[in-house]
Each structure stands twice: as structure tokens, then as C-alpha cells.
């Protein structure tokens, strides 16, 4: 409460106009859907948990009024929830971490940002993002080659096309591909079509 109170009254010497003051994720989304406000400030950790509260009730703040700015807080980084705000594109978004809110001009320049329809990360909110990326990519394993061949099979080729294309035998191209099902946790059971059409979903998502 001390600290909510303290960045109002920062907002307020700023020239802005506080259109409320919420205590828990269920108060912000309410807000949010009530006032439409330019941007809203949120910590991360709110009541009754003080884990990841705020940054749920951002994601569903933004469901409801599709596109409404926040700027998030916190002192650690999130990264499944902040990779939600970064992946919806409706609106603006920022996530900053606390210990780099240092200077009070930087902080309201970046408030300004995402009212104003710009996104602010924090370099090490982004870092971490792309490393999750990266570690979540079911196609991180592959080769470059097998890769190229995913590509080939997305785009409906059969494996001697494929062959044609790469200018590789059909039994290197089968090889690449029972190593792409390997990969990619696909069983035989499953049969070579199945495993080929979960293959290429994996590559169109990723």
C-alpha cells in the first residue's frame, strides 16, 4: 500500500491523472474494463499469493479490453505470463525490472512510450524470453539439414522431390527424416503419414 501510494503521488507531480488504485488482480481487470485508462502501472506480485498475480491479471485485463497498455514491475522476471503480453500484439506492453527503475525520468519516459503505443522490455526480460524460446523450439535439435528437409515437407514435397531438390539419395532422405521423427518425439506406432503431417505442424508453429 506505501509503495502504491508513493508512485501515485510520483504520477501525480507528473501531470498525470490516477483513475484508481487497485489491491488485487480481480481490482485491476475491473478497473481496467471500467475506466479504459491510458496505460495501467502493475506489480507483479499482488495479493493473495504475491507470486505472479499481477501479471495474470494483466493477460486478462488485455482480454477483456483488447489492446489496453500496461506497464508491468517487478523485481524478478516471469517469463511464461511476459511471454503472453509480448506475443499479443494488440496494444501496448512494457515489463521493467524494479532495480532498473532508477531514474524517475527514464521511468516516466517509458510510461509515456506505452501510452502512447510503444513497447518497453527490459534487456534482461528479453534476454530470458529468447532463451526459453530457444529452449522450448522443438526444431532446436535438428540439424541444417533436416531442417531444409522439414521445409521440404511442409511445402507438400515427396521424398524423392526432396531427394531431387537437395540433391541427396532417397535413403539420406529417409534417414533425415526418421531422425526429424526421432527428434521430434513422434513413434512409429503413430504411422509415417501422422508422424509426417505432426512433423509439419511442428515446423509451421515453430
Known amino acids: 500500500m506505501l509503495i ?3 508512485l501515485v503521488r510520483l504520477l ?7 483513475v484508481a488504485e487497485v489491491g488485487d488482480g480481480g481490482g485491476l481487470v475491473e478497473a481496467v474494463a471500467a475506466h479504459r485508462p491510458d496505460v495501467s502501472v502493475v506489480d507483479v506480485r499482488m495479493p493473495p499469493s504475491f507470486t505472479d498475480e499481477g501479471l495474470r491479471a494483466s493477460v486478462e485485463a488485455r482480454r477483456r479490453v483488447p489492446g489496453a497498455p500496461v506497464l508491468i514491475l517487478s523485481q524478478y522476471v516471469e517469463v511464461s505470463y511476459a511471454d503472453d503480453l509480448l506475443a499479443d500484439a494488440r496494444g501496448a506492453v512494457g515489463y521493467l525490472l524494479k532495480d532498473r527503475v ?4 527514464d521511468f516516466m519516459g517509458a510510461l509515456r512510450a506505452i501510452a502512447g503505443g510503444g513497447t518497453v522490455f527490459d534487456p534482461q526480460v528479453v534476454a530470458q524470453l529468447m532463451v526459453r524460446r530457444r529452449r522450448d523450439d522443438p526444431l532446436a535439435s535438428l540439424t541444417p539439414r533436416e531442417r531444409e528437409v522439414l521445409g521440404l515437407m511442409a511445402e507438400g514435397r515427396s521424398n524423392p522431390a526432396i531427394g531431387r531438390q537437395l540433391v541427396i539419395s532417397d535413403g539420406a532422405v529417409e534417414k533425415h527424416i526418421r531422425s526429424i521423427f526421432a527428434k521430434l518425439g513422434l513413434h512409429a506406432e503413430d504411422g509415417d503419414q ?3 503431417v505432426l512433423a509439419v505442424l511442428a515446423y509451421l508453429r515453430s
Do not use: K, L, Y
Open 194 to 196: 501422422h508422424r509426417r
Open 12 to 18: 501525480e507531480e507528473f501531470g498525470c491523472e490516477v
Open 102 to 105: 532508477v531514474d524517475v525520468d
Open 4 to 6: 502504491r501510494s508513493g
